[in-house]
């Protein structure tokens, strides 16, 4: 998360042919992809955002991206051709319901989202996921009534923050989203360090939006609104920290990580460093917006961590 800095230099550009290519291909997917539609905000007022982080265009392309990959509506998952769907397998949720299909949101258990704001993302991933859920629920219990229709057919989704009113807000944002009670769980704490053994290799999606503007050091760390900008040197205190945890957390074989970045981070020695962890990270959308460039980096396990 982040407010407006200067633009990349060239030591800030892709080193090699490849990433510069994947570069292209996730603006011009960026382009051609629907825009997601922000879930409800208006139980936020003004004063709200002097206390965590306000949706920005950052925001929109996580958004823009999780739609490319899960959202038929927004003109992803089954219209992208097959770019961004994993491998196909049977599997079966909470409900015994056996997953056969191929589309990428049906075997998506839990998601978490680490330095959730007011927890839109989240918001928005976890209905797209309910509702398409209940959609096949509804035809596969014929003759059962919506009572008969419940949360044991939908996701858990974990999202954490360091800072206490964005914990609350991301959970009041679940409640305006209409998500079931119980299936949007906060943690306040330091990016998913409490989580890590329950949910070791077991997040089918993590979601970040880490703090990335580049800051004095000192200006890292705090548990206020500041915190959701202030990356220290290159942007990447923050992050850095947080790439051992993703590798650990991601389920095999078609867990996602979806990590914005701005080309000060060098998202491409991210890459080299993340192949250490058995993580690939490859662009997936990408949009020029004020004086920066956003990605939505997406992570996936090369082999079992």
């Not at 939006?209 to 915190?227: C, L, Q, R």
Request: charged share 25%; with cysteine.
């Amino acid at each position: 998360m982040a407010e407006t800095h200067h633009m990349r230099t060239a030591d800030q550009l892709p080193k090699s042919a490849t990433f510069a290519t994947w570069n292209k291909e996730a603006e011009a997917l960026a382009k051609a992809c629907k825009c997601a539609e922000m879930p409800p905000m208006d139980h936020l007022v003004s004063s709200d955002y002097d206390n965590v982080y306000e949706p920005a265009d950052d925001t929109y392309l996580l958004l823009d991206g999780l739609g490319v990959e899960f959202d038929d509506g927004a003109g992803g998952a089954a219209t992208t051709g097959g770019k961004c769907m994993p491998t196909p397998s049977a599997s079966s949720d909470e409900s015994g319901i056996q997953l056969t299909s191929k589309h990428p949101a049906d075997r998506v258990a839990i998601t978490l989202e680490i330095g959730c704001g007011t927890g839109a993302v989240t918001a928005y991933l976890a209905k797209v996921l309910y509702d398409r859920r209940q959609r096949i629920q509804k035809e596969s219990l014929e003759g059962c009534s919506d009572s008969d229709i419940q949360c044991p057919f939908s996701a858990m989704h974990y999202v954490t923050d360091v800072n206490p009113y964005a914990v609350s807000v991301a959970l009041r944002t679940a409640e305006a989203s209409g998500l079931p009670r119980g299936t949007v769980e906060p943690v306040l704490c330091d990016l998913a360090s409490p989580l890590l053994d329950k949910l070791n290799g077991k997040v089918d999606v993590l979601i970040f939006n880490p703090p990335y503007v580049p800051t004095p050091d000192d200006e890292v760390g705090s548990a206020g609104i500041e915190a959701s900008w202030a990356g220290g040197k290159d942007g990447r205190i923050v992050l850095d920290r947080a790439l051992p945890q993703i590798a650990r957390l991601l389920s095999w074989p078609d867990g996602a990580a979806y990590v914005i970045t701005v080309d000060d981070n060098i998202p491409e020695e991210i890459a080299e460093k993340m192949i250490m962890f058995g993580v690939e990270v490859k662009p997936l959308v990408r949009r020029k917006a004020n004086n920066e460039y956003l990605s939505v980096q997406k992570f996936t396990l090369i082999r079992p961590n």
